[in-house]
């Protein structure tokens, strides 16, 4: 079966030359084409990795299209079995993508990842369940200090990775996908640049009838935020404004209203506590957040 790999590359030319080598390093069972997308860098980074890796297939943007449309660039040019959504931040690690074929070979899932870890080996959350009901709640309003793990749109505990097992969504960081999911529902939502793409794309998938499976088997080492400034800032805030924009989407601008309110709140109850206990640069991202939705 053959693997059709798609990477992002802005502006981090060494991240994605580590990304590369770590696959074209090692003999895969299976036959691998890699597609690279320069999107709009300006830096120089497209020359020095066509220069280094004559056997990936590279293509450039006129203009920073993000992660959805970045990727839906790439998507129509692969013709294989398997596409691997793969960060330009993330390393693979031996025997994974066979792994990770074999079981989407033997099984009806239709979306697969595995877990991830950074360099360190920390576990780094990558899966959950949608932000409804008290999944958006334990989220918000980190409901996991008192007890409550579960349901929680971001999943913390190490025994949730322990096994492999069908969840709603899974991390576009590294996200294995059957051709006749694209097929059925089309590819990445674009009206989302940046975060949420991934759980939307998942949501879509589930009602379409396909699978989503995390399987910690295999591993995959990501740096969490390695091609962005104030990562922790740009990913709350990508993932409540794109959020946002789900809710009215799917259930109307009454749900987006109610939804804004419970946001707010919960941003400004981070934002008091991190106060109280003189954590004063978290209070302030917590409360930059707030201005940009």
């Known amino acids: 079966m053959k693997l059709g790999i798609s990477i992002i590359n802005y502006r981090t030319t060494e991240l994605t030359k580590k990304c590369l080598e770590s696959i074209l390093s090692r003999k895969w069972h299976n036959k691998i084409d890699i597609w690279v997308l320069d999107n709009a860098s300006g830096d120089g980074s497209l020359g020095v990795l066509r220069r280094d890796f004559p056997q990936v297939n590279f293509v450039e943007s006129d203009k920073n299209l993000g992660f959805a449309a970045g990727h839906n660039f790439i998507l129509p040019r692969i013709k294989d079995d398997l596409i691997l959504i793969l960060n330009s931040d993330a390393e693979i690690l031996p025997d994974s993508l066979d792994k990770m074929i074999s079981y989407m070979k033997e099984t009806d899932c239709g979306i697969l990842s595995p877990k991830l870890v950074d360099f360190d080996g920390t576990l780094q959350p990558n899966s959950g369940d949608f932000p409804f009901g008290a999944a958006l709640f334990n989220w918000l309003f980190n409901l996991e200090i008192f007890g409550f793990k579960e349901p929680n749109f971001h999943r913390n505990e190490p025994e949730y990775y322990q096994n492999a097992h069908e969840v709603d969504w899974v991390s576009g960081g590294c996200m294995m996908i ?68 789900f809710y009215r989407k799917n259930f109307g601008k009454g749900s987006e209203v109610m939804l804004r309110i419970l946001i707010y709140l919960a941003m400004t109850l981070r934002m008091l506590a991190f106060l109280l206990l003189a954590k004063f640069r978290k209070a302030g991202t917590y409360g930059k957040v707030i201005k940009t939705i």
């Open 178 to 245: 059957k051709r006749q999911v694209f097929e059925k529902i089309g590819y990445f939502n674009e009206e989302y640049f940046m975060y949420f793409e991934d759980v939307e794309f998942c949501f879509r998938a589930r009602y379409a009838g396909f699978k989503t499976v995390i399987y910690p088997e295999v591993s995959c080492k990501h740096l969490s935020g390695g091609s962005l400034e104030n990562p922790h800032f740009r990913q709350w805030s990508g993932e409540l404004i794109n959020l946002l924009k």
